[in-house]
């Protein structure tokens, strides 16, 4: 069973910085594209920043924030800098996982539970 598990957000203020983890755990044979998204009340979920080969960005946090990927801890990170009050949201991590399937392999899409992160003075 394949879990994605985001950490590190919290309170701010604007200017701010904070840097979101994402560790990927369970039974599987590599990580494809990851993403972060971020869902804020009464808007639908958007995307904020993705990597495979190369890294790509909203045009709201390009600039101030980087993903990144530490493949030997199977973790995903996003470093959040110069933050203002409409990054308030819960940030969501998104990944392609190779697993199992039977004697063959397969991708699966998952998602981590989310972490909020406000910001405010």
């Known amino acids: 069973q394949v879990q994605l598990v985001e950490s590190g957000g919290g309170l701010v203020q604007p200017g701010g910085s904070l840097r979101l983890s994402c560790v990927v755990s369970?039974?599987?044979?590599?990580?494809?594209?990851v993403a972060w998204y971020r869902e804020s009340p009464g808007k639908q979920r958007e995307w904020v920043a993705c990597f495979l080969s190369s890294t790509n960005y909203a045009d709201s946090v390009k600039g101030r924030f980087t993903i990144s990927k530490d493949n030997a801890k199977n973790t995903v990170y996003l470093q959040m800098n110069n933050l203002k009050p409409e990054d308030t949201a819960v940030y969501y991590c998104?990944?392609?996982?190779?697993?199992?399937?039977?004697?063959?392999?397969?991708?699966?899409?998952?998602w981590g539970q989310g972490t909020q992160v406000t910001v405010s003075s």
């Open positions: 998104n990944a392609d996982v190779q697993v199992a399937d039977g004697v063959t392999r397969r991708w699966n899409n998952y």
């Open positions: 369970g039974a599987f044979f590599g990580i494809g594209p």
